[in-house]
């Protein structure tokens, strides 16, 4: 609605003028009224339809989206004569001159030109007039001010006016000019002027020509010329940094674009043509379907339309065909709300997408590799369970038999050649024991236990064990114990004591004179931790030669492998068995002098009467005669358990295979209280005999049986029971852990 001030100023200067004045607004829908006119506009059209008058309407429509005043002839729905319209922009509405066209009175062309030149003057429009044929133009004062020249610099013809115009910008003027001019096309250009200082400023002329009826040529423009330059300093400000964004865009290694509301394309960078194989120029302004496959397109649509209705970021994986292949790309996509003027706001997307294609091959490169390592693996694990198995099946035997001849009555030759035999059976054992630990610590896959125990009594143990060593090397071995050691601790017994015993071996066997001592205490710095240390006055061992150690299968150099021997996987053991207690370990040494190997780990304090429950001492040799069926098919190792079992005063039944031990267990005519059975045997294996007892009827389903194997690998223990096995021993036999499974599962 045009304020009050503009209608009090439209009747003080018209209401009582001859030319004919009206005031016309448009509503929403683009449908015009007349807010007010003065009397000599209302006799001569009356309440004028306007929207009715289509051709009039079209006028009125033209002259909003100019910016200079227009004049055309137009007749009025029953009028016999036309009228001179003029329409120049008032109030957010159009103000309209007319008078009759073949009756000017006088005053109407004085008010008229006076009510051009106010609304001109009041528009800050420069304004030209151009006689076409006498070649003849005329500037008001603004035009003058506005290009910054004097009227001398202009003169009055065509050619002066289009010497002065950027020679960049002149063929389009001209264009411009003569569309206009020849196909009555709107006359609305943007140029560079040249000022009297040399300068250019940018022109926007919109213009207007009368043509001869008859002729239908041009013979007069009259048009306006406004200042652009600051709007033009903008765009190209404007422009620059669109440019530099575009630029830093295409720089990324990531594709990024835009989809408006019906989703096509406003920007589409470098890196997406790179990716989709789809020049921009073919992708901005169209959708989905116009650029890609129909299935391609439909994903993308999808998953747009999840991003709007979710309002967040989504990111997928998108498998995109390509000219130059299969690519793999990793997708974002995301909502932005689009704000406009005047407009309903809308929902855009925001999409980036980072190819990474080479990320997925290296990935199947490395599952390959994966699933190489774990066969590899598998290999070794397999092999070392048949080399485990294999040596220690007949080692079962060489130890057992010189245990048993070293129970029987020899001559002093006889009981050393027997003690040889056994000694080194198990010197064979405990390298091969040394392999086993060390592939278990190095899949993770030990555990270790928690008992109470004595402390003193596990160091008198193995001092006991390595006194005889250090006494045939004529060494001294002794223990030096804190007095506020705490004697009665929680922990695993038996892996302390193996570390214990590797690094008092080792002093021991790289020493030649002096001593080793042992010194236990608990750590001053660290709570709830004890120290041990074991320092001898051995070879001891350079300082560039210290990061060899605690690594598998190495020494210092060959010359002691090869003096002293060893698999080099006692400190490796030793110290992954530390560091699964939650400890450290670590050696001093100087050359020639000797060394100090230490470890600290975490000790609970316990008392005797948690050694006492932990302890319950069974006479395991006092119990009843059992009748015992042994699955073996190694004649040597049967001979052995024959002897063993018969000598603790039980009846042994041997099978050679899996199939014999379900034969003697249905054979009604015999009975048994438990099997020891082998894992690897001919025929049937003992994992699918035991399978096969667990399906019987009756009682034989649950007969106690105990797998005595030469299998020790990481997960033998775990299969023999998930096949329904009791209990686990493993061979070469442990006459102790023999006669506990036997008191333990015939109860």
């Known amino acids: 609605m045009p304020s009050e001030s503009a209608l009090n100023a439209l009747n003080s200067l018209y209401t009582n003028s001859s030319l004919a004045v009206a005031f016309v607004v448009r ?16 006799s001569l059209w009356g309440h004028y339809d306007l929207n009715a008058d289509l051709e009039f309407k079209l006028q009125l429509l033209a002259a909003v989206q100019r910016n200079n005043p227009t004049s055309f002839l137009h007749q009025l729905r029953d009028s016999v004569e036309p009228h001179q319209f003029t329409l120049a922009h008032y109030n957010e509405g159009l103000l309209i001159h007319f008078v009759m066209a073949v009756s000017h009175s006088n005053d109407a062309e004085i008010d008229s030109e006076h009510v051009y030149r106010a609304v001109v003057e009041a528009a800050g429009l420069g304004m030209l007039d151009w006689d076409i044929e006498a070649d003849v133009m005329r500037y008001n004062d603004k035009l003058y001010q506005l290009c910054d020249v004097s009227p001398a610099e202009l003169g009055h013809t065509k050619a002066g006016f289009m010497a002065r115009i950027h020679p960049q910008d002149l063929i389009r003027f001209e264009d411009a000019l003569f569309a206009h001019i020849e ?3 709107p006359f609305n250009v943007a140029f560079r002027f040249k000022t009297s200082s040399e300068n250019y400023v940018w022109m926007q002329a919109t213009g207007q020509a009368s043509w001869d009826v008859t002729s239908q040529k041009a013979r007069r423009l009259v048009g306006s010329l406004r200042d652009i330059s600051d709007t033009k300093r903008i765009e190209q400000t404007v422009r620059q940094r669109e440019a530099l964004i ?12 835009v989809k408006d509301a019906q989703g096509c394309f406003r920007f589409f960078s470098k890196q997406t043509e790179k990716q989709t194989g789809v020049m921009r120029n073919k992708a901005i302004g169209r959708t989905d379907f116009e650029v890609f496959s129909i299935e391609q397109a439909r994903q993308h649509v999808a998953i747009d339309q999840e991003a709007k209705s979710l309002g967040q970021l989504i990111i997928t994986e998108e498998e995109l065909s390509t000219p130059n292949g299969t690519r793999w790309l990793m997708s974002g996509r995301g909502p932005i709300p689009m704000l406009r003027p005047d407009q309903p706001p809308e929902v855009w997307i925001l999409g980036f997408s980072l190819d990474i294609t080479e990320r997925r091959e290296m990935e199947e490169v490395l599952r390959v590799a994966r699933r190489e390592a774990e066969a590899a693996a598998k290999a070794k694990s397999e092999f070392l369970s048949v080399m485990s198995h294999e040596i220690r099946t007949p080692l079962n035997s ?33 390298l091969i024991n040394d392999i086993l630990d060390f592939n278990k610590l190095d899949a993770g896959q030990v555990e270790l236990e928690s008992h109470a125990f004595n402390l003193k009594e596990q160091l008198d143990t193995v001092g006991a ?6 006494e045939l090397k004529q060494i001294g071995l002794r223990f030096d114990l804190a007095p506020n050691l705490v004697h009665y601790v929680w922990g695993d017994e038996s892996r302390l004591r193996q570390i214990l015993l590797n690094l008092i071996g080792n002093a021991v066997k790289f020493t030649e004179k002096g001593e080793v001592v042992v010194r236990v205490y608990p750590t001053i710095n660290r709570v709830g931790y004890t120290r041990f240390e074991v320092v001898d006055t051995g070879i001891g061992i350079a300082e560039d030669k210290l990061n060899k150690l605690f690594t598998e299968f190495s020494q210092v150099d060959a010359s002691t492998t090869r003096k002293y021997g060893g698999t080099g996987l ?20 100087k050359f020639g002098e000797g060394s100090c190997f230490w470890f600290e780990i975490p000790t609970l304090a316990a008392t005797a009467q948690d050694i006492q429950n932990a302890n319950l001492n069974e006479n395991f040799d006092s119990q009843r ?3 015992i069926l042994v699955a073996e098919d190694n004649p040597p190792n049967q001979l052995l358990i024959r002897a063993i079992l018969t000598k603790l005063n039980h009846q042994v039944t041997i099978a050679v295979n899996g199939q014999k031990v379900l034969d003697f267990l249905t054979d009604t005519t015999q009975h048994y209280d438990l099997v020891l059975m082998d894992m690897q045997m001919p ?39 998930e096949a329904g096995m009791n209990d686990y021993l493993s061979k070469p036999i442990d006459i102790h852990a023999l006669k506990r499974a036997l008191w333990q599962w015939s109860q």
């Open 183 to 185: 196909a009555h096309w």
């Open 246 to 257: 575009e630029q830093i865009i295409d720089a990324l290694p990531i594709s990024i674009y």
């Open 683 to 721: 025929e049937m294996d003992g994992l699918e005999a035991t399978r096969r007892i667990r399906q019987l009827s009756g009682d034989l389903a649950n007969i106690p049986i105990v797998a005595l194997t030469a299998n020790a690998l990481v997960g033998d223990r775990e299969r023999v029971l």
């Open 27 to 42: 509503d929403d829908n683009v449908q015009w009224r007349i807010e007010w006119q003065n009397p000599a506009a209302e």
């Open 465 to 470: 064990i390595m006194k005889m060593n250090a």
């Open 570 to 589: 006692g400190l490796s053991i030793s110290k992954k068995l530390v560091e699964v207690m939650q400890g450290q370990i670590g050696v001093d040494s």
């Open 625 to 627: 005669p059992l009748s």
């Open 398 to 430: 060489v130890i057992g038999t010189s245990a048993l001849l070293l129970d029987s009555p020899l001559n002093n030759e006889q009981l050393q050649h027997a003690e040889m035999i056994k000694r080194s059976g198990e010197h064979l054992l405990h």
